[in-house]
């Protein structure tokens, strides 16, 4: 596995998108932040020794995974039990992508009720929401940098 397999296989899940953030950082999110989306996976793409990927593992599996060499706590995210993975080779592709369809699924489990309604609309309207709660977001931006 490597990241940009990685980034298929997540971009075929159900209402996932992507963003670039916090330097080389690939985010993935279910639903669009600008809905309420939350994120459940990041791939580090800096290649500076730090995890190649960290993602949601829940509090069911958070202290199992952890017993497997190259898994450690996730930096800042542990508190919400988020995993990080210092190597791509530490699971086989099919263990992969069963890490991540749960994380997916845990995320997907905590969006709020507006955010999932969103989702279950038509594609049209839900673009519509979604551009307009972009152009919202982008508003509440501009005017904090006035400040």
Do not use: C
Not at 96 to 113: C, D, M, R, S
């Amino acid at each position: 596995m490597d990241a940009e397999r990685v980034r298929e296989f997540l971009l075929g899940l159900p209402h996932v998108v992507d963003t670039m953030q916090w330097g080389a950082n690939l985010v993935f999110w279910v639903g669009d932040k600008a809905i309420g989306g939350k994120m459940f996976a990041l791939v580090n793409l800096d290649g500076d020794g730090q995890a190649v990927i960290s993602y949601a593992a829940g509090p069911e599996r958070y202290s199992e995974l952890l017993e497997i060499e190259g898994v450690i706590p996730a930096p800042y995210m542990a508190r919400i039990f988020w995993v990080a993975v210092e190597r791509w080779d530490v699971f086989r592709v099919a263990e992969w992508e069963q890490e991540l369809t749960a994380a997916h699924q845990i995320v997907f489990g905590k969006l709020p009720p507006r955010a999932k309604a969103v989702l279950a609309m038509p594609l049209k309207e839900q673009t519509k929401m979604i551009r307009e709660g972009r152009a919202l977001l982008a508003a509440k931006a501009a005017a904090a940098k006035k400040k």
